[in-house]
């Protein structure tokens, strides 16, 4: 049975079973930041568990793409080495959600394994939870009775396990209870219960049944649920290598194809390669990185980025060990596409896509790798000499931080070469920089914790009111007098402190006898800091105030703000969904917005997002502004920023159907007050990172108007309609290269035709004619054509010929066939050329170089002369 088979039976069997089929949540969880990757097929409903959302269904079935590298759930270093651990996988799963529980649950996963994958049934094992005295549970006796009640398994085959196999926990507190787990067992004689939960390949997990019942509190303390919740977990590979017979997952369709493909490109099929291992990390690593990158992310030097670039990294490493020296795992994507593209068929939408960024990344790690073994090689030879086999942690992070080489690729090359590496002194190097990082922030916590701020009123403060207002009467709470500025917060602020990318306000506060100039509103924790410009003796006498937020900025600010969210979406549009925010700048002259994409955007789709983002202003659509839970709005669709932390209740702005997303800034009513939209620059700031920059209101009008006007007073200048301005630019510009060209052919020859002139002013030494020649403002192909000239007409001749163009110098040396032997003009213009600052090089007949300080001129004419 093939394993697409597999699956639409699984999902086929739960569907007949009243499940609604749930399509697989992105592996890459924008919407999540809790996450870096989707590592279980829960992830998607963890809403439900918590109490926090609802779906229209009570039972779902899918199978969820997910990817385990880090954390709690970090198989990596296991990926390749052996037969089933894998970076991207598939989970097979069926949930209930307060509905049916583990009668169902287990009944139905006998159901299918033995009569529909028609499993033997004296392979299975059925694990049940054991108790646990410290939380004061008994052990789960309901399932391990129903196991004998509704299924005909062997009643010696369910086995009791204890919490550490047998109980499932969300986290550190939340919801959880006791699994049930179903293993098989593949030994010849099956003696396999001894290893059941022993970790070893001849008897493995293949399906855990988890049964939601309890909470537990940030205490420690449980309680039971009010609903309880059946969450089931197959792993896909596991499922069919049993069914396809096969010892393990990578001899069986589902990674064949690959395996089969890099033995085509290696001439070395992998049945019969000494380097299996390498074989297994390419095909597995290959999947992951295809995935995530067709889900929206991209390899970078942060989060799930650096760990994106690190799979692939490791992938390229082993690619070394098949001989592959060039980009070769981007060869692979169409081959996982056909295989997986029905299922998924975001491999086959997004495959041209991913093939780029695939090989660029891999283009750029060839360079990156190379030279790391270089530097790698020298530190072992340093270490060979001294008797060491430790790479000391320091060189270690230099490899990193320098030259970007993973630690992982450090290990295993180390690993090769019979040494170690100090990884406590590479963290405490790490350490060191983030510590670094730190001192160099924008603010130092201890400047608005310190005993110096004067309390003028007491209670909370800082509540921000600019939402709706840009001036209120206030109190001021304390302030901290620096000697650069005055420091200051509010019991309630219309100004709008940093964050989300948009910059904070500037206005005034005024008070009884004094007016502070407010230049720049930032965030501490909780507080918002109002940072004033010095005012000599401040100490204000009362606490009550005014405060108003300069008018004119904040309306520039916000119609540039929103406009990034439209800019967003239009992007998204044009480009394509893998399209992110990975950074912004709002402030109150123009806009500036990163964003994941591989290559430089065309002219005509820069127009079209343009375009789009205008079509938008011209709708005057009103911003539906709201604050909804933070599981609520993203089950509607809202885009969170990844890093960006969001508490219980976030705020969410919705533009139409156009663009939705989670946001604390400050924006327009409506679409139209943005006015126009004009984007003025983009360009790459990263691998996989481009940005654009653009004007919206007043600062468009004014572009469009200059350029408006630039374009009148070309045409008045060339004579010519506004419109035909670039066809008459392009006519005179062609006018003035065939000029050019004409000029050049003239002087060349005005230079040939005083051959004679100079060969007059040669001096004889040594015995032949020895020329130096100045000129002015001729280029280093005339000077060439001009010393071919003078070697055939003097044969027993060494020349040097010196320019002079502009601020720089041009020297041609010749040599005649007849002195070959005794001079090589590469040699000689060399020398000329250091004497003046520069250099040059060449054959030995012929040689040019080049210098900046045209004051040497003479130095390097007497250098010539000394040379011969």
Known sequence: MQSNEIRRQFIDFFREKEHTFVKSASVVPLDDPTLL???????????????????SYKRAVNSQKCIRVSGKHNDLEEVGHDTYHHTFFEMLGNWSFGDYYKREAIAWAWELLTEVWKLPKERLYATVFGGHDADGLEADTEAEKLWKEVTDIDPGHVLRFGKEDNFWEMGASGPCGPCSEIHIDLTPDLSGRE???????????????????????????????????????????????????????????????????????????????????????????????????????????????????????????????????QPFLYKLVPVLAAQMGEAYPELRERQDHIVKIIKSEEEQFNRTLDRGLDIFAKIEAGLRQRGEK???????????????????????????????????????????????????AKFNAEEVQSDAWVVLSTGEDSRFIGYDTT??????????????????????????????????DTGLIRGKDFELRVTDTQKQGEAI?????????????????????????????????????????????????????????VDPERLRFDFTHFEKIEERQLREVERIVNGEIQKNTPLDIRRKKFDEAKNEGAMALFGEKY???????????????????????????????????????ASGVRRIEAVTGPAAVELAQQARAALQKSGQLLNTAPEEVAAKIETVLEEKRRLEK??????????????????????????????????????????????????????????????TNGDKLAFMVFVGDQLLDKYKAGDLVREVARAAGGGGGGRPHLATAGARDVAKMDEALKRFRELI
Request: with cysteine.
């Open 37 to 55: 990757f989707t590592n279980a097929g829960m992830n998607q409903f963890k809403d439900i568990f918590l109490g926090k959302g609802e779906r």
């Open 195 to 325: 290893l059941v939960n022993a970790g070893v390949p001849q008897v493995i997990e293949i399906w855990n049944l988890v049964f939601i019942q309890y909470n537990r509190d940030t205490q420690g303390r449980l309680s039971p649920l009010p609903a309880r919740h059946v969450d089931t977990g197959a792993g896909f590979e596991r499922i069919v290598a049993v069914l396809q017979n096969k010892s393990s997952n990578y001899d069986t369709d589902v990674f064949s194809p690959l395996l089969t493909a890099i033995g085509d490109m290696t001439g070395v099929s992998y049945e019969k390669s000494p380097e299996q291992i390498a074989y297994r990390v390419i095909a597995d690593h290959v999947r992951m990185l295809s995935f995530s990158i067709a889900d929206g992310g991209m390899p970078s030097n942060e989060g799930r980025g650096y760990v994106m670039r690190r799979i692939l990294r490791r992938a390229a490493r082993y690619g070394r060990k098949l001989n592959f020296s």
């Open 390 to 440: 430790t790479v000391p942690g320091e060189e270690v992070f230099k490899l990193y931080d320098t030259y970007g080489f993973p630690v992982d690729l450090t290990r295993v090359i180390a690993g090769e070469k019979g040494l170690e590496i100090d990884m406590p002194g590479f963290e405490k190097a790490m350490a060191a920089q983030r510590e670094r990082a730190r001192a160099s």
């Open 471 to 504: 001036a209120a009467e206030t109190e001021i709470s304390r302030y901290l007098v620096k000697e650069d500025a005055i420091l200051v917060r509010l019991k309630e602020t219309p100004f709008y402190a940093e964050a989300g990318g948009q910059v904070g």
């Open 529 to 585: 800091i109002h940072h004033c410009a010095p005012l000599a003796g401040f100490k204000p006498a009362e606490a009550a105030v005014s405060a108003r937020v300069t008018d004119d900025a904040r309306r520039r600010t916000i119609k540039n703000h929103t406009a990034t969210h439209l800019l967003q979406a239009a992007l998204q549009q044009v480009l394509g969904d893998h399209v992110h925010q990975a950074g912004s700048l």
């Open 647 to 685: 508490g219980d209740v976030v705020r969410t702005v919705r533009i139409g159907d156009f663009s939705y997303e989670l946001c604390g800034g400050t924006h327009v009513r409506a679409t139209g007050e943005i006015g126009l939209f004009l984007i003025t620059q983009e360009s790459s700031i």
């Open 742 to 803: 004409e000029l050049k052919e003239s002087r060349s020859q005005q230079l040939l035709a005083n051959l004679d002139g100079i060969l007059k002013e040669a001096e004889q030494k040594n015995g032949h004619a020895v020329i130096t020649h100045t000129l002015k403002d001729v280029e280093m192909n005339a000077l060439k054509d001009l010393g071919d000239r003078l070697r055939q007409k003097a044969p027993d001749s060494v020349g040097l010929i010196a320019a």
